[in-house]
């Protein structure tokens, strides 16, 4: 890859990984008019390891309470910390349940153009009409464990390719009444184990191959993703302070609007 492909590639990664706007649609419309090479699975590790530094930075404070709560439970005195961590398993367990399966029975067969513009499209009504339709009573505070459970079970949808896993747990936040930073905070805070689960995994099959090198190339690219993402990040929680899902709704229908027209014009 040329230094401007890793530079742009960065970029979008670090963009679009926490938008509810889908970034795997991103990087197929990327792939089918830029006509680039795969990345490769070097870069893939790279740019979420940024990106997962991003999340760790900003919510560097419910990280820490969550650590300081299980520690604290340990000695029989439990905190909001504690109930916080514990929401984030429950959260987590039906996405690990579910790669397993999706994964030994689909393979890659669900990462075609045609899935990926379906999923950017529709699921980008689910996500205007959730926000709509869902009252804004509840904080994070407030959540139970069912709800976890939902969201959980939610994110499993995203291991179809541009469902787009913030959108699909923002919009079940939604549909419980969840007020909308704090939808976007919880479901960052479950992009943690959800991220670095599927880097520990690519991680795992560059041991012992060439391609386990460490290069300057993917250095740049772990620090221009880990900025992205971070900006994109404090961005949209202050969006979220004061306005809706709507703009990403609507950009998200002009992209599976195009990428049909270059699933089935061909």
Do not use: C, N
């Amino acid at each position: 890859m040329t230094l401007l492909h890793i530079v742009i590639l960065s970029l979008f990664q670090g963009i679009v990984e926490f938008l509810p706007i889908s970034s795997w649609g991103h990087l197929v419309l990327l792939k089918e008019l830029a006509h680039w090479p795969d990345h490769g699975l070097v870069m893939e590790v790279a740019v979420h390891v940024g990106s997962l530094g991003a999340v760790v930075v900003y919510f560097r404070r419910d990280l820490w309470a969550m650590v300081l709560g299980v520690v604290r439970a340990t000695r029989g005195r439990p905190d909001p910390g504690t109930r916080l961590a514990a929401l984030m398993v429950v959260g987590t367990i039906p996405v690990v349940v579910a790669g397993f399966a999706v994964d030994r029975i689909f393979g890659d067969s669900l990462r075609t153009l045609e899935v990926v513009a379906w999923t950017t499209f529709v699921f980008a009504i689910v996500l205007y009409v959730t926000d709509r339709r869902g009252m804004t009573v509840r904080r994070l505070e407030h959540m139970a464990y069912g709800d976890a459970i939902v969201i959980g079970l939610a994110q499993t949808l995203a291991l179809v390719p541009g469902t787009s896993r913030s959108g699909i747990t923002m919009s079940a936040a939604r549909m419980l009444g969840i007020e909308r930073p704090d939808a976007a905070r919880f479901s960052m805070l479950l992009a943690v184990p959800a991220i670095l689960g599927a880097g520990v995994l690519k991680s795992a099959e560059l041991v012992g191959s060439d391609a386990a090198a460490l290069t300057l190339a993917s250095f740049i690219a772990a620090a221009l993703a880990f900025a992205a993402a971070l900006i994109a990040i404090t961005a949209l929680m202050a969006w979220l302070r004061r306005a809706g899902f709507t703009p990403f709704v609507v950009y998200r229908l002009i992209l599976g609007a195009g990428l049909l027209v270059l699933a089935y014009a061909t």
